[in-house]
């Protein structure tokens, strides 16, 4: 299945096509998952994205791939923690590559703790994990670097500090609605 085209779209940073399959590759076997030409194909194209993409414009690069294909192959990304999902308010799911850890090295099957960019004229997403030495979350609340648990662990006390014993989150969500760069011009 090769990509409709050869060239870059402005969402995607300029990669090597090789050295990202390679790594799409590496990151499949480190994380004990099957490697097929489906995966390797659809990974690789979220460590190139720039922003979180749609299933549909995965699907725009790989025309040959079938739908259902696809999304077995979104499916297995996220569940790996390779990769994760995105929900927005224009009810259109966007996933973007990322590797989830515990501390102890092992995949994380919790949800994706970190936060989000979503740009109000083009809909791009963008993740605030940050690449820095603390990530967006942290950098923002600093208590949540200086404390060995997770933020999600934190946040949590902070929700029983406020509205009391019993309420217990499951799902932190933090998006940041804006323009991004491209659109702020």
Not at 114 to 124: I, L, S, V
Not at 157 to 184: M, N, P, R, Y
């Amino acid at each position: 299945m090769k990509p409709k085209s050869a060239a870059p779209s402005a969402h995607h940073h300029t990669h090597d096509p090789r050295e990202v399959h390679a790594l799409a590759e590496v990151q499949l076997r480190d994380a004990a998952v099957r490697v097929t030409q489906a995966r390797v194909n659809v990974l690789a194209t979220l460590i190139a994205a720039r922003s979180a993409v749609s299933h549909q414009d995965i699907q725009d690069t790989f025309v040959d791939m079938d739908r259902v294909t696809l999304y077995r192959a979104l499916d297995c990304l996220t569940e790996a923690g390779l990769a994760h999902k995105i929900a927005s308010d224009d009810r259109i799911f966007r996933y973007s590559a990322g590797t989830e850890h515990s501390e102890h090295g092992t995949h994380a099957h919790a949800q994706h703790q970190h936060g989000h960019f979503k740009c109000t004229r083009c809909a791009r997403v963008f993740c605030l994990d940050g690449s820095g030495e603390a990530g967006f979350l942290e950098s923002v609340l600093p208590a949540l670097a200086s404390k060995p648990q997770s933020a999600a662990t934190q946040l949590q006390t902070a929700l029983q500090k406020t509205l009391g014993k019993g309420f217990q989150s499951h799902e932190v969500e933090l998006t940041i609605k804006g323009w991004c760069a491209d659109c702020a011009d």
